[in-house]
């Protein structure tokens, strides 16, 4: 009979060693990568850094129409100085292209000469500025109009430097590049981007939010949960993505109710504000997702605000993503007090907290037309985003 090997303390160590290299050299670290530009000042009182930023540029605002009657206008005439050279105010919520004609135009041909535009509002008003700051050869607005009715590149003929003040918390268009133009006439939402529409920098003061009434503020905040959350369920997630997209989606879950209740509180503005910043960072690399997709039609079609519109399907498109991807799903089971599979339960009970109904047939969508839209949805360029689709 053969006596059994006797291996050493030193052979079994080696030999675990050896496994664990070849392990390594098996399964080797996926590549990703970040990239994000925007250098961004956060906090109480930020905004009077903007000068140091502009140094001897000057700017002209752009901004919504309540600014003025809010006292942003005085406010930042007095940080600005010498340096602003006018306000353009009436920038109007989803900037449609029949707006931006006129608009466009005058931009050109009264602040051709300056240097930069600070963005300040929300979503909207920095979407505008997005688009104004890519000039054409003629300063009219028809070439930029066709390669966006078009789906082509489109090369400016000059640029303007770009400085965002948010004062929703939820665009995250303070730290991306893209602007979202609508065209309702030809029921159809287009996105633009270029190297240009990078922001230089964005001033991202809570103080700013305090005045929101309550529907902005639920609206904006569910929107920015819903880039957090499509940043996760995400063909381009990378790990840093992900850590931005987790942390903003459980800290907007925790403020957000409470700031409905105490929209005074300027600890959960600042709160809601870092988790709409970390979500807009978060989406910066990996763009949005199915829920985006389906939001477009729902406001096109239906009237819906965006902030309902991209976050009442977010239960159902869990469901979808829950058990596509391992390792997504590891992410997803961050964000929740509960099991990733009673997640889909818990969100629908969160909305209907906050008076947001999670149905499509609440906003008029009966069952034949949601799912001709969720196949659509998977079809379009944010839909393909989806690890679902």
Not at 21 to 46: D, E, I, L, Y
Not at 104 to 116: I, P
Not at 159 to 175: N, Q, R, Y
Not at 274 to 303: D, P, R, V
Request: proline share 6%; charged share 20%; net charge neutral.
């Amino acid at each position: 009979m053969t006596p059994p090997r006797r291996y050493s303390a030193r052979r079994i160590v080696d030999r675990a060693a050896r496994r664990r290299r070849k392990a390594f050299v098996a399964a080797p670290a996926p590549r990703w990568k970040f990239h994000n530009p925007v250098a961004v000042a956060f906090g109480s009182g930020c905004l009077a850094q903007l000068p140091d930023r502009l140094g001897r540029r000057g700017a002209v605002v752009v901004t919504f129409a309540e600014a003025e009657a809010l006292g942003l206008h005085a406010r930042l005439e007095q940080i600005l100085g010498e340096r602003l050279r006018g306000f353009v105010s009436d920038i109007a919520p989803n900037p449609d292209v029949a707006e931006l004609r006129g608009l466009y135009g005058r931009f050109w041909r009264d602040y051709g000469d300056c240097q930069a535009i600070v963005a300040v509002g929300g979503g909207s008003a920095l979407d505008a500025a997005k688009v104004l700051l890519a000039g054409t050869a003629d300063g009219a607005f028809g070439d930029l109009e066709a390669s966006l009715a078009g789906g082509r590149s489109f090369v400016p003929h000059g640029t303007k430097a770009l400085i965002t003040v948010p004062t929703t918390a939820g665009t995250g268009s303070e730290v991306t590049p893209w602007a979202t133009v609508w065209d309702r006439g030809a029921h159809r939402k287009y996105s633009l981007q270029l190297d240009a529409t990078w922001p230089e920098a964005a001033f991202v003061d809570p103080e700013l939010t305090m005045t929101l009434p309550a529907s902005v503020t639920l609206h904006s905040g569910l929107d920015a949960l819903s880039h957090a959350l499509e940043s996760i369920w995400n063909v381009n997630a990378n790990p840093v993505s992900d850590a931005l997209a987790v942390a903003a989606a459980k800290s907007m879950m925790a403020a957000l109710p409470a700031l409905m209740r105490e929209p005074r509180s300027a600890e959960l503005r600042a709160r809601a504000s870092q988790a709409a910043l970390q979500a807009g960072l978060a989406f910066s690399n990996t763009k949005t997702a199915l829920a985006h997709s389906l939001s477009y039609e729902m406001t096109l079609s239906h009237g819906l605000p965006h902030g309902i519109a991209c976050s009442f399907t977010l239960p159902l498109v869990l469901e979808r993503a829950r058990g596509r991807d391992a390792a997504r799903d590891a992410v997803l089971a961050q964000v929740f007090p509960c099991p990733l599979d009673e997640a889909g339960d818990w969100l629908r009970a969160f909305l209907e907290s906050l008076g947001v109904s999670p149905r499509f047939e609440t906003y008029g969508v009966a069952a034949d037309e949601s799912a001709r839209m969720i196949a659509d949805a998977l079809e379009g360029p944010r839909g393909r985003n989806f690890i679902g689709a």
